[in-house]
């Protein structure tokens, strides 16, 4: 999904592929396909999306385990559901909240991050699948033309990416290399970054999680809107929900006159 501009970066016709690449393997018949989080009533609450399945179906009661803790390993919240019997292939979405208390907000001012963790497991304590990411807690409004984060007004002061490395022509895939930019940019006054016609690498993401920078990913539209545009947003939307860094997630730009794309 990092398209347009990022073709700049690619001389050495890797085809994008110019990191590691790594392949996720279920410790059991079952996997974990998606776990995120958001705030709901205000700040006040976390609404947490599960979607687990099993290919070959799972014919007995398991439980799913969760935990929110600090990065020093201090547990926040945690909880456990039941889960009954999937068919073949069966998708199973789990949906619960749990109070914030103890989880410390996100934002420009104090990117404070925490770690959510998921485990799926049988009636016995196998371990089927299991998952971790680190976690922001951040809520942006919109409340008479102002933004707001976590009720606070905010100013976006941005500057525009066009997908330039200096001194390297590849991109970086180095988190160390994105947090020093961000610092810099942020030490001048920045709290946000527009990505022209391109999504930002997840080290890139993640940088901006720890530092505190505001970001604008974007990918390009057909004149046409077609099911490849659709495909693109939906794995833009995707892969960027999980950073409380990024801010808006965008179709596209200079599309005067494309009414169909729009």
């Given at each position: ?36 989080v958001y705030p709901e009533n205000g700040l ?181 809107r077609n099911l490849l545009d659709d495909g ?31």
């Amino acid at each position: 999904w990092i398209n347009s501009c990022a073709l700049r970066g690619y001389q050495g016709m890797s085809g994008g592929i110019y990191g590691d690449v790594s392949l996720h393997v279920s410790e059991g018949p079952g996997r974990i396909l998606s776990y995120y989080v958001y705030p709901e009533n205000g700040l006040s609450r976390l609404r947490w999306k599960t979607e687990i399945t099993a290919p070959q179906g799972f014919n007995s009661d398991s439980r799913f385990l969760w935990w929110v803790k600090s990065l020093e390993g201090e547990t926040l919240q945690s909880g456990t559901l039941p889960v009954r019997p999937l068919a073949t292939l069966e998708v199973l979405p789990l949906d619960w909240s749990c109070p914030t208390n103890g989880i410390k907000p996100w934002s420009i001012w104090e990117p404070n991050l925490h770690r959510i963790e998921v485990r799926w497991e049988d009636a016995r304590g196998n371990r089927l699948d299991a998952g971790s990411r680190t976690y922001g807690l951040r809520l942006l409004e919109s409340r008479e033309q102002r933004l707001y984060l976590n009720g606070r007004p905010i100013l976006l002061r941005g500057l525009c990416d066009m997908y330039f490395f200096a001194p390297y022509v590849h991109p970086p895939n180095d988190v160390e290399y994105f947090r020093h930019r961000l610092q810099r940019l942020k030490e001048v006054g920045f709290n946000y970054v527009r990505f022209h016609t391109w999504v930002p690498m997840e080290p890139y993401m993640q940088a901006a999680d720890e530092v505190g920078v505001l970001m604008g990913p974007e990918h390009s539209l057909t004149p046409n809107r077609n099911l490849l545009d659709d495909g693109r947003w939906a794995d833009m939307v995707r892969s960027c929900r999980y950073h409380p860094s990024v801010l808006i997630c965008s179709g596209g730009k200079e599309e005067v006159g494309q009414w169909g794309a729009m």
